[in-house]
């Protein structure tokens, strides 16, 4: 195997892993909101705003991408494959389970702001904890690449 193709499975993994978290992360979220909006519709507005925040996640990892895209050359050494492999697993990792997470939370503000509570701010603030660690993650793609 050339190193490439290592580097290019990592690509895939923190491409792929992060937008499968984004799908089931927004999908558990919509799944809340159509249920909230039988109780109360009016609130359309925060439930998408809620259901859409697992999505960045999988920006990240796709932002990942162009971030080590310059070193993806046909003589890359081993040691840098195995960096960029590394990175794409980290932060696919961390953005399928944060992306997966944050959408369960969203979800539960959803069916409290459904049932007439008024816990949209505090919703959002909660869900910024989750998304701090994919931040985390793309920081150390960031990193890892200027070491390679």
Do not use: C, H
Not at 53 to 60: E, H, K, V
Request: cysteine-free; overall charge neutral; charged content about 5%.
């Amino acid at each position: 195997m050339e190193p490439i193709v290592l580097a290019y499975i990592g690509i895939g993994l923190m491409v792929g892993l992060a937008g499968i978290g984004s799908a089931y992360g927004v999908t558990i979220g919509g799944n809340a909101a159509v249920g909230a909006m039988k109780k109360n519709p009016d609130a359309f507005g925060n439930y998408l705003v809620l259901s859409a925040l697992p999505g960045t996640q999988g920006l990240y990892g796709f932002l990942g991408f162009f971030i080590v895209q310059g070193k993806l050359v046909p003589e890359i050494s081993w040691l840098s494959a195995a960096g960029i492999f590394a990175a794409g697993l980290a932060l696919g990792i961390v953005g399928l389970f944060s992306a997966i997470r944050q959408g369960q939370l969203g979800a539960n503000g959803i069916a409290g702001i459904g049932a007439g509570y008024d816990v949209f701010g505090k919703t959002l603030i909660l869900a910024v904890f989750p998304e701090l660690y994919a931040i985390v993650a793309l920081a150390a793609t960031f990193m890892i690449n200027g070491l390679i």
